[in-house]
């Protein structure tokens, strides 16, 4: 799937978020997503919250295997392990950079790297585990 299917598909499959990512960027190795970061992404203290910051890796890497494995919407985490690492920049907006490092027939695994726009230190990096839904003899 490229840019123009995956924002497609997110907006079909999931309207309640759609409006807060858009895909930058995806390749064969790898896909960017960035968080349009609004008020409601704030914690006190004007900082994005973990939550926003964990939504924007999972989102991510969902969208980095539908772009290789095509539009399977049941496709699942199963595991997850984030590391906040730094406050992210005020004002900016998150960029994600995901890498997925092996995709079998039922599980992909590979990692997310979250930044503000503009810097050069990640301020998030996420483990990702997901489980592919079994092909159906009728879907080939």
Do not use: W
């Amino acid at each position: 799937m490229d840019v123009n299917a995956l924002q497609a598909f997110l907006a079909a499959e999931f309207p309640q978020v759609a409006g807060d990512f858009v895909v930058d960027a995806v390749d064969a190795t790898e896909l960017t997503l960035r968080l349009k970061v609004e008020d409601r992404h704030l914690r006190p203290g004007g900082t994005v919250s973990g939550p926003s910051i964990f939504a924007l890796a999972d989102v991510a890497f969902y969208l980095a295997l539908l772009s290789r494995i095509g539009p399977q919407a049941l496709a699942v985490t199963t595991g997850c392990s984030i590391d906040f690492m730094r406050k992210p920049a005020a004002g900016r907006d998150l960029i994600a950079k995901t890498r997925i490092h092996k995709l079998g027939r039922v599980l992909a695994v590979g990692d997310v790297l979250v930044y503000s726009e503009g810097g050069a230190d990640p301020i998030a990096r996420a483990s990702l585990t997901y489980s592919i839904p079994p092909v159906s003899p009728s879907r080939g």
